[in-house]
């Protein structure tokens, strides 16, 4: 008679989640997964199959979890400028508060793992494209609304969007100053004039 399992899957995966986000995949061992998810190793391997699985799983979670929480408001069907400065600014606001200096999942993993694992880098990639298509449909909606410049190119401007959030996320695990990343923000905002 197989054993019940005596833990919820989600939370368990959110723990080792933040466990990843604050160590990194290589910076994780099995024995720290243990201890923050609070479970044996043999649940693990019968519940995640391995360290691998588990961290491609976490990711999910934090995309299902942190990047839809923090894109919301991109998704809504009137969403334009205001909504991409408002993402800045609060990136900002949650960056200058985390003591852990963890950044982002996603980015740190980008860095981290890069394409020494394709199957892990074509996810990390899907979720890059994501937010930009995310930003560009917000850039064009900002157009034709004539918050920006009839000349500026949605497209290009999300891509360089995109680009500044990730650097706004690197440079935050290592100087979370207010001021510092409030000019980075104030001066990639510029380009949307």
């Known amino acids: 008679m197989a054993r019940k399992k005596e833990f919820e899957r989600e939370k368990v995966l959110g723990q080792a989640m933040e466990t990843f986000w604050r160590y990194g995949y290589e910076g994780t061992s099995i024995q720290d997964l243990v201890q923050s998810m609070g479970i044996n190793r043999g649940s693990i391997y019968d519940t995640f199959k391995d360290k691998r699985s588990l961290f491609k799983a976490a990711l999910v979670h934090y995309s299902d979890t942190f990047v839809s929480s923090m894109f919301a408001a991109l998704r809504t069907p009137d969403a334009s400028k205001q909504e991409i400065i408002d993402l800045f600014y609060e990136l900002v606001e949650k960056a200058i508060i985390d003591s852990q200096y963890k950044g982002c999942l996603i980015t740190n ?32 909606r900002a157009k034709k609304k004539g918050e920006i410049q009839a000349n500026k190119d949605p497209r290009a401007l999300a891509r360089h969007l995109v680009c500044s959030l990730k650097g706004l996320r690197v440079i935050s695990k290592i100087n979370p100053e207010k001021e510092v990343l409030l000019d980075m923000v104030d001066v990639t905002l510029s380009v949307l004039g």
């Open 109 to 140: 993993s980008v860095v981290e793992i890069g394409h020494h694992d394709p199957e892990i880098a074509a996810h990390l990639t899907e979720e890059i494209q994501k937010v930009e298509e995310l930003l560009y449909e917000a850039l064009v």
